[in-house]
C-alpha cells in the first residue's frame, strides 16, 4: 500500500521525505508509530499458519510494522523491487553469503573490504563451510575475469571500499558475472542510494549498513539489503527467520527518521569532504590522500563514471610521520572524534596502525600506517582548522 503514490517518478529528496509513511490508521498521526510488540493478534483458525513465512504479521523475527515502512523507503530509495532490513550491516552481509553459496561453491570478494566480509569469507565460510573463495583487486578487471572459476556463483565487492576507498567498476563487473552465471553483490555503505546505486548498473544485490549514512546520527544499527523478490524473499527467510537477525521495531524507526534527511546530509558530506581532501593534499606533513572525489585519485574515472551525486564523506590518509606521530596527532584533535564508525553528524577518525593484519592487501601507501576519516556535518571551516591545529602541534615539518 504505497501512501500517496509516491512512486519512483519522484526525486529522491521527495521519496527520502514520503517514502514509507503514512498517517497512522488508530489515531490520525501524520507519522508511523513505534510498534514496540513481539507478537500480532492470531486469526480464529491458526493452524494452517507457516511459522517460518514473512508474510503477514505474525512475530517480529518473521517480520515486523517499522520494519516493513523502512523498506519501504529503501526500496523506493534505491529504485528496487523489494528490500530485506536486518539486524545490522554484518547481519545483511552474511544474509547475503548465506541465501547465495553452498559448500563446493566459491566466490570472488574484493581484497579491501569491511572487516567482517574478510573474516566470513576469507575465514569463517572456507573453514567450517567449505566454501572457496578468491579475494582480488576488484579494481583491476584481469584479476577479477582470472580469479573466475567453473563453481563462482558469487562477486562480492565494495566500492568505494572500506578503509582504503578503492573503487571498482560496477557495470563491468556485472557483465562479467552474468556471463559466468554468477551474482554480483556490492557493499554501497560508503556511497548510499544518494550517491550510487549498485542495482541500476547491474548488480544484483545492494548491501547497506543502515548504521553509517543512512542513519546517520550515530545511534542505532542496521542493514538492508536491496534486489529483485525472490532473491530478497530468500534472505528474508533465512537471514532473518532462521538465522533470526531480525531490526528491532525502535531502530527501524531511528533509522527511518535519520533516512528523511539522508538527502541534504549527503551533500554537504560530498561537498565538506572535497573540501578536505583538497586541504590534505596540499600539506607537506600529509603523505597521501585517498578519496575518488579528487582527480588524481586513482578511482577517480570509474567513480566519476558511476556516481549520482558525489563521491562521500571518508577519506583515509597518511602522515609523514611515525607510529607515535599519528597517534600524537589524533591527541591533538578538538573537533574530530577518535572513534571507529563512519556517517555520522560527527565527524570520526580512526588510525589502522602498520600491524593491521591486513596490510598486505592494501596499496602500497597504506603500509606504514593511516587514518580513515568520516567527515562530518561540522562548518568545513572548523574541521580544517581542527586538523591544521592538530598537524601544527603534533611537531611536524
Ligand atoms: C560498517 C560497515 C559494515 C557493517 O555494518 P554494521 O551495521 O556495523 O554491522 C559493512 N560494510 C561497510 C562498508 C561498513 O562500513
Known amino acids: 500500500m504505497p501512501n500517496k503514490n509516491i512512486s519512483e517518478a519522484f ?56 520494519q516493513a515502512y523502512l523498506q519501504q523507503k529503501l526500496a523506493l530509495l534505491h529504485g528496487t523491487e523489494d528490500c530485506v532490513v536486518l539486524a545490522t550491516g554484518v547481519a545483511a552481509l552474511s544474509g547475503v553469503f548465506f541465501a547465495c553459496l553452498k559448500s563446493g561453491d566459491h566466490a570472488v570478494v574484493s581484497d579491501s573490504t569491511y572487516i567482517a566480509t574478510y573474516r566470513l569469507m576469507h575465514e569463517l565460510l572456507p573453514e567450517k563451510y567449505g566454501i572457496h573463495t578468491t ?118 524507526w531511528l533509522i527511518m527518521r535519520g533516512a528523511v534527511t539522508l538527502p541534504l546530509r549527503m551533500r554537504q558530506h560530498n561537498e565538506s569532504a572535497q573540501k578536505i581532501a583538497t586541504f590534505l593534499a596540499n600539506q607537506p606533513q600529509v603523505r597521501f590522500v585517498a578519496y575518488p572525489g579528487l582527480e588524481s585519485d ?40 577518535s572513534a571507529v564508525s563512519l556517517g555520522h553528524d560527527e565527524s570520526l577518525i580512526v588510525y589502522l596502525g602498520e600491524n593491521d593484519e591486513r596490510q598486505y592487501l592494501y596499496p602500497e601507501e597504506f603500509h606504514n600506517g593511516f587514518f580513515r576519516l568520516s567527515v562530518g556535518l561540522e562548518d568545513a571551516e572548523d574541521i580544517i582548522a581542527d586538523i591544521r591545529q592538530a598537524l601544527g602541534n603534533t611537531g611536524l615539518f
Open 298 to 337: 586513482k578511482g577517480h574515472t570509474v567513480a566519476k563514471s558511476q556516481t549520482v551525486n558525489g563521491y562521500g564523506g571518508t577519506l583515509a590518509f597518511g602522515l609523514n610521520a611515525d607510529h607515535d606521530a599519528h597517534c600524537r596527532f589524533v591527541s591533538h584533535l578538538r573537533v574530530i572524534t
Open 11 to 66: 526525486g529522491f529528496a521527495t521519496r527520502a521525505v514520503h517514502g514509507g509513511n503514512e498517517a497512522d490508521r488508530e489515531t490520525g498521526a501524520i507519522r508511523r508509530p513505534i510498534t514496540m510488540a513481539n507478537s500480532y493478534e492470531l486469526p480464529y483458525d491458526p493452524t494452517n499458519i507457516n511459522w517460518s513465512g514473512t508474510g503477514g504479521n505474525l512475530y517480529t523475527r518473521n517480520g515486523g510494522a517499522n
Open 135 to 252: 579475494l582480488v583487486d576488484s579494481s583491476d578487471m584481469a584479476s577479477v575475469r582470472a580469479a573466475i572459476k567453473r563453481n563462482t556463483r558469487l562477486i562480492h565487492i565494495e566500492t568505494p571500499a572500506n578503509p582504503t576507498l578503492k573503487v571498482s567498476d560496477i557495470r563491468i563487473i556485472a557483465e562479467i558475472a552474468h556471463a559466468n552465471r554468477a551474482l554480483l553483490s556490492v557493499d554501497n555503505t560508503f556511497a548510499s542510494p544518494y550517491n550510487q546505486l549498485p542495482n541500476a548498473l547491474g548488480a544484483d544485490l545492494t548491501v547497506e549498513s543502515l548504521t553509517k549514512y543512512i542513519n546517520g546520527h550515530g545511534d542505532a544499527l542496521g542493514g538492508a539489503v536491496l534486489g529483485a523478490k525472490p532473491l530478497i524473499d530468500k534472505i528474508r527467510g533465512e537471514a532473518m527467520v532462521n538465522l533470526g537477525g531480525a531490526i528491532s521495531p525502535f531502530n527501524a
